[in-house]
């Protein structure tokens, strides 16, 4: 089984409408990321959280709000989707030793806002 | 400028070929850097961390030159099964990963 999943894995909404992208992992790390990827520009840092009480804007947090229901869910929302945040999104996961360490990710979601 | 630039490639290369990457970055206080693989419609995984002092595994050498700010890769005999494209990442302190757009690689018969 995957350790970090991903819900729902291909996505086509229209604008306007809210979204939930969900993450789950069972690798128990306490650490959680919410990335977009587009073609050309690299995976970029939307939300992260440490904890389930804590939670972090990335470079490109506008737009998107996130939940950490628990140690091993986090969740995207878009409250209000446009077309310009058609993207693949992904979930990763670190554990909290000290310094930068290895993130492992989910499968991606792909997302169509039409 | 971007934080993390590499060349976007195509690499085209035959099997058994030598094949180098580059990236820079921007950021002087980076702290560690990775080389991470991606296969095409997949999740990026950690190919390798990259120390200061140059480290190899298997046909994957990668180099730091904080300096210059400037990181490579080198893949010797490369196989078919090396076709991904390589993402650069450099941490910018604990919190913060910076991603390069990557590097498309095909190996051909």
Known sequence: ?114 | RKEVEQDPGPFNVPEGATVAFNCTYSNSASQSFFWYRQDCRKEPKLLMSVYSSGNEDGRFTAQLNRASQYISLLIRDSKLSDSATYLCVVNINNNDMRFGAGTRLTVKP
Not at chain 1, 9 to 37: A, F, P, V
Not at chain 1, 51 to 74: C, H, L, M, P, T
Not at chain 1, 77 to 93: D, K, M
């Open chain 1, 1 to 114: 089984d995957a350790d970090v999943t991903q819900t729902p894995r291909n996505r086509i909404t229209k604008t306007g409408k809210r979204i939930m992208l969900e993450c789950s992992q069972t690798k128990g790390h306490d650490r959680m990321y919410w990335y977009r990827q587009d073609p050309g520009l690299g995976l970029q840092l939307i939300y992260y959280s440490f904890d389930v009480k804590d939670i972090n804007k990335g470079e490109i947090s506008d737009g998107y709000s996130v939940s950490r229901q628990a140690q091993a869910k986090f969740s995207l929302s878009l409250e209000s989707a446009i077309p310009n945040q058609t993207a693949l999104y992904f979930c990763a996961t670190s554990d909290r030793s000290g310094g930068a360490r290895e993130q492992f990710f989910g499968p991606g979601t792909r997302l169509t806002v039409l």
